[in-house]
């Protein structure tokens, strides 16, 4: 009986020892395999926080010189004399105090990327200016260039004016600014000629030639239809085309 226990024993103590070792492999394999799943995820975390994405990352940007040329270069011819420059090549220090209409002088300075000579043909940027002590709006007519209007009429008692604005020339130096407002007289002509105008008025003038020539139908017809008023209207036309009281029906002035 004792005989028969002692090999049972014995089979129980290996079958308890081989569970034990599958228990144990079991175990470590679990662990191997949670160590490797956190390396693998500690690897990606790594790779991943090294990989900077492009919509966060900011782009490195070279700076670049710029290149952009003034558009106050293309006035402004270069090695030529500093006291011809247009004013808007350069930067005056201007005395507003200065006596009206008497001659006055002005230090300047060229302004950047101008090159121009002195009377000794040497290169400078500081230079003087001599000119009228005067605004820009107290100039002559001749120098400054002014819109035109071709809406008001040139023949109306009182002459008609409008607001036009004005700009100096270039050559030509002064106080102030440069484009100015003023009331102009209307002065603008549409093509029509008055030696057309009076030839027409005497040869043709008892058919309203004249008046349609002048873009007035309205006293062409009665013109035509009354026979020039008898000759009385035809008269008085060419008398008042004569003066120059009766002009286009557009308002304009003839050549």
């Known amino acids: 009986m004792v005989a028969l226990a002692v090999p049972g024993l014995s089979a129980l103590k290996r079958l308890c020892s081989v569970a034990l070792f599958v228990s144990q492999l079991y175990v470590f394999s679990g662990r191997a395999g949670s160590l490797m799943t956190t390396e693998h995820s500690k690897q990606q975390f790594v790779s991943t926080k090294g990989v900077t994405s492009p919509s966060t990352s900011t782009p490195y940007t070279r700076a670049t010189e710029t290149t952009e040329i003034p558009s106050y270069v293309s006035k402004c011819p270069s090695n030529g004399l500093c006291s011809k420059l247009p004013p808007d090549c350069m930067t005056c220090k ?101 030696s057309t105008a009076l030839a027409l008025s005497i040869t043709l003038g008892g058919f309203g030639a004249d008046r349609f020539y002048l873009g007035q139908w309205r006293e062409g017809l009665g013109k035509l239809f009354s026979f020039g008023g008898l000759g009385i209207w035809t008269l008085i036309d060419v008398l008042l085309i004569g003066v120059g009281y009766v002009g286009p029906a557009d308002g304009s002035l003839y050549i």
């Open 94 to 194: 201007t005395n507003f105090s200065c006596v009206y209409g008497k001659p006055a002088t002005f230090d300047c300075k060229i302004k950047p990327q101008i090159h121009c000579v002195d009377q000794r043909n040497n290169e400078v940027e500081n230079f003087t200016i001599n000119m009228t002590c005067q605004f820009c709006w107290q100039l002559e007519p001749a120098d400054y260039v002014c819109t035109n209007s071709t809406s008001c009429m040139t023949v109306s008692c009182p002459r008609q004016r409008y607001n036009a604005t004005c700009t100096v020339h270039d050559h030509i130096h002064c106080l102030g600014n440069r484009v100015f407002p003023k009331m102009l007289y209307c002065n603008w002509t549409g093509g029509y000629k008055w």
